[in-house]
Structure formats: structure tokens, C-alpha cells
């Protein structure tokens, strides 16, 4: 590794953390003095989804990810929740050791994870992921939160 300003591999580590994202790193350049921050990740094998039409591709994280936040938009819920929610629900797909996963199982997945954190963001997320077509889809799924 080489200091991004100077290109210098005279480096130091000055702290080391855990975060969502794997392990973060603050490096100091021995010869220009500057800081900088790296982060290490587990690189996962490539996941794929199938969808309902049978189309195959890629696992996409940014893409759950969005629909989670438009979910939670205004919503009381922390960024910290949400993104070690989501890390959680990449890391039970990673677990399972398949090399597929049906984009029905990682959406019912998304929606139990949801439900524990704000019903409001569960029932924003349902209406788009079952596609709700009238009132009476909304009814059922509140009947079924009371419960």
C-alpha cells in the first residue's frame, strides 16, 4: 500500500476498528505526514437472485439497500439501525452457502427484519415488495400486525 498524496509505502496504522462495514483503518504517511483511512471487507462469493420470471443476476446490495431506505424514509429510525440491519440480512444470505437465492426469500427475509424495527416502514415496504392493489390489501396486512 502506498500514501494516496505522496505515494510513499512508509506508512503507519494509528487506530484500528470494527465497523458495519468490515475493519477500518487510520493510516499516517511517514514521509508527508498526512492521513488517510482504509477499510477492509470480506469479499463474499458471488451471490445470484432468481426472480420470479426465472431471470437470473447479480446480488445486488445497493439495490435491497434503497428499498430499505425509501421504506424508512422520516421514519424514527436510526441510519446505525438500518445499515447493521441490512448487514445482517447480507450476512444470513452469505451463511447459507448457496451460489443462488429466489428473490421471494431474501424479500420475505427484508420483511421480518423490517417488522421489528418500525411497522410503518414494514407496511411501506409490503405494499411495493406484494404489490398492494387496493385498500383491502392494506387491511389484511394490518390485521395481520395486530396480531
Not at 510513499?8 to 514521509?31: F, H, N, Q, Y
Not at 458471488?46 to 439497500?65: A, C, H, P, Q, T
Amino acid at each position: 500500500m502506498e500514501c494516496p498524496y505522496c505515494n510513499s509505502p512508509d506508512l503507519k496504522v494509528t487506530d484500528k476498528r470494527a465497523s458495519p462495514e468490515g475493519i477500518r483503518r487510520r493510516r499516517e504517511c511517514m514521509k508527508c505526514g498526512k492521513r488517510f483511512t482504509t477499510y477492509e471487507k470480506i469479499e463474499r462469493k458471488n451471490l445470484y437472485v432468481i426472480k420470479k420470471d426465472g431471470r437470473r443476476e447479480r446480488f445486488d446490495r445497493e439495490k435491497m439497500s434503497n428499498g430499505i431506505y425509501r421504506a424508512f424514509e422520516k421514519r424514527p429510525v436510526s441510519k446505525e439501525e438500518i445499515d447493521k440491519m441490512i448487514n445482517e440480512i447480507e450476512e444470513q444470505l452469505g451463511r447459507r452457502g448457496k451460489k443462488e437465492v429466489k428473490s421471494s426469500a431474501i424479500g420475505e427475509l427484508v420483511m421480518k427484519k423490517i417488522k421489528k424495527l418500525d411497522n410503518v416502514a414494514y407496511i411501506r415496504f409490503a405494499s411495493v415488495y406484494r404489490d398492494f392493489q387496493d385498500i383491502k390489501d392494506f387491511k389484511r396486512e394490518l390485521r395481520g400486525l395486530k396480531e
